[in-house]
Each structure stands twice: as structure tokens, then as C-alpha cells.
């Protein structure tokens, strides 16, 4: 296995469900490269989704995934390393964010609870990774030659059945789920829950491998950087028919590699 630069590609996709109601997608992904002043590459991953009660769900999962990029940008300029990220770092930063979803819904005359959302973030070093998680959705990583993939945390899910904690919630910082790896992530998979049930095997626990080894080859011929040819073949598959036949809500797919494999042949999902 030899590894590069980052190739990284995300896509959020409505779910059939809204669709028929005319709602927009609640989804939302944002994916940076930065340089510390090393030379390290970081590359910083986030998805959140709208809670489907939440009125403004979808701008409050945006403005989520902005607000972290910023606070992560932030950190790595200011001299700060990715083995330095602790829970109290990831814990902060969850605070920081509810307290602008707070900002937002004051200016909006919306309560804090109509920019529900949940919440996963990566941060990935050449040697070390952090992850954040609130509510469900998944993180999988793969360090391995094998492409083994494994899940950071199993999804969170509420009290009661078909319910999971927000960003918005009081008791935020009970639920913020936090892990630092001391190992070379070389794949990186994060989804909202409209994909779990491809994605996971709900029997077992674990990651369904076929579904993630079949990802990430096509892309891993590519430039550096963000594709967003392959972007848009994301865009293609979550609204393909065999997806939607699995799930009829928002989903959203971020994907990045830094793995070579000098016999991909294209850059589609099939």
C-alpha cells in the first residue's frame, strides 16, 4: 500500500420521504485540506443532519459544518497539533457551535430547537486522527492494507425508539461521544443515518464491508484535492434506485483516501 495526498469527494442527496412532502434535504457536509506549520496534512471531515422536527433542522446542520471547519482552521493556525486534541478541545467546540445555533435562532425569532441536528467531525493527521460524534450516523475509518473498515462509534440513539440527541439539547455535553486513534487513518467514510442501514450490520455491530469496499477504489487514481466530478457520481448513486429502495431519507456520503491503487479504471459509483 502506498499513500499520497488527500483525494476527498461528499454529496448530500433528499430523501424520497421529503421529496413527496416538497421539503428540502437536512442534510449537510463540508471537507478541507489544511497544512500545519510542520508540513503536516490535516484533513477535516463533518456531516450533520437536521433533525426531521426541526423547522430550520437543515440551516442549523449547515451552519454546524461551517462553524467547525472555522474552529478547526483556527486551531491548526494557531500552532496547535492534532495529537493535542483532547475531549475537553472536541468539547469546547461542540459549545461553541451550539452557542452560535443559539445566535441564530435569537436573530431568526426561531427557539434553539428548530436548528436541531446531529453531529460528526474528523480530524485527521498523518499520524493521529480525532473524532466527534452527537447523535447518529457513522464514522468508518480503514489504517489497514486489507481495506478493513471499522466504525469510531456505534450511533447514538435517544430514550425511545427512532429518536437520537442534537447539538441543541442541554444536556449536549452528556451525549458528546469523543476518540483520538494514534495510528494513520488511510480511508475515511463519514454518513448521516439515512445510510446506516446499508452501511452497518445491525446484527453483528459492525461495519458491512462490501458497501464501503466497493467506494473507495474508484477514486483513488485521482488528483489531489476534492473531486467534484466524483462528487456529482455520489450525487448519482445515493438517488439511484437500489438506494432508495433502502431508505427513503436525506442521506449524505463524505468519502476521502489517501491510498494509491494504480489499477482503478474510472472515477464512478456503481
Known amino acids: 500500500m502506498s499513500t499520497v495526498g488527500w483525494r476527498y469527494a461528499a454529496a448530500s442527496v433528499v430523501g424520497t ?19 500545519l ?43 496547535n497539533t492534532i495529537e493535542q486534541i483532547a475531549s475537553e478541545t472536541a468539547r469546547f467546540w461542540l459549545g461553541v457551535i451550539r452557542s452560535r445555533l443559539s445566535k441564530e435562532a435569537e436573530s431568526t425569532s426561531q427557539q434553539l430547537r428548530d436548528y436541531a441536528c446531529t453531529f460528526l467531525g474528523a480530524v485527521v493527521g498523518d499520524r493521529c486522527a480525532a ?16 481495506k ?37 487513518v488511510v480511508d475515511l467514510a463519514i454518513l448521516s443515518d439515512g445510510l446506516q442501514r446499508l452501511a452497518l450490520d445491525y446484527r453483528l455491530q459492525t461495519t458491512h464491508h462490501p458497501f464501503f469496499q466497493g ?22 448513486f445515493l ?3 437500489k438506494v432508495n429502495q433502502r431508505t427513503d431519507d436525506d442521506k449524505t456520503l463524505l468519502l476521502a483516501t489517501r491510498r494509491t491503487n494504480q489499477s482503478s479504471p474510472d472515477a464512478s459509483v456503481g
Open 17 to 35: 420521504s421529503h421529496l413527496k412532502f416538497g421539503s428540502p434535504c437536512q442534510d449537510a457536509n463540508d471537507c478541507h485540506e489544511f497544512q
Open 37 to 79: 506549520s510542520s508540513g503536516e496534512s490535516v484533513l477535516v471531515g463533518v456531516v450533520a443532519d437536521g433533525a426531521g422536527s426541526a423547522k430550520r433542522g437543515g440551516e442549523g446542520a449547515v451552519l454546524s459544518c461551517n462553524v467547525f471547519v472555522d474552529l478547526v482552521s483556527d486551531y491548526i493556525s494557531s500552532g
Open 131 to 146: 473524532f466527534v460524534q452527537v447523535g447518529d450516523g457513522v464514522i468508518v475509518v480503514s489504517d489497514s492494507e486489507e
Open 148 to 184: 478493513q473498515y471499522g466504525h469510531i462509534f456505534w450511533p447514538d440513539r435517544g430514550e425511545y425508539e427512532n429518536t437520537t440527541h442534537f447539538l441543541t439539547e442541554d444536556q449536549l455535553q452528556e451525549n458528546i461521544q469523543f476518540d483520538s486513534v494514534q495510528r494513520k
Open 215 to 236: 467506494l473507495f477504489p474508484p477514486f483513488e487514481k485521482l488528483p489531489n484535492g476534492r473531486s467534484d466530478a466524483f462528487s456529482r457520481s455520489l450525487v448519482d
Open 239 to 241: 438517488s439511484s434506485p
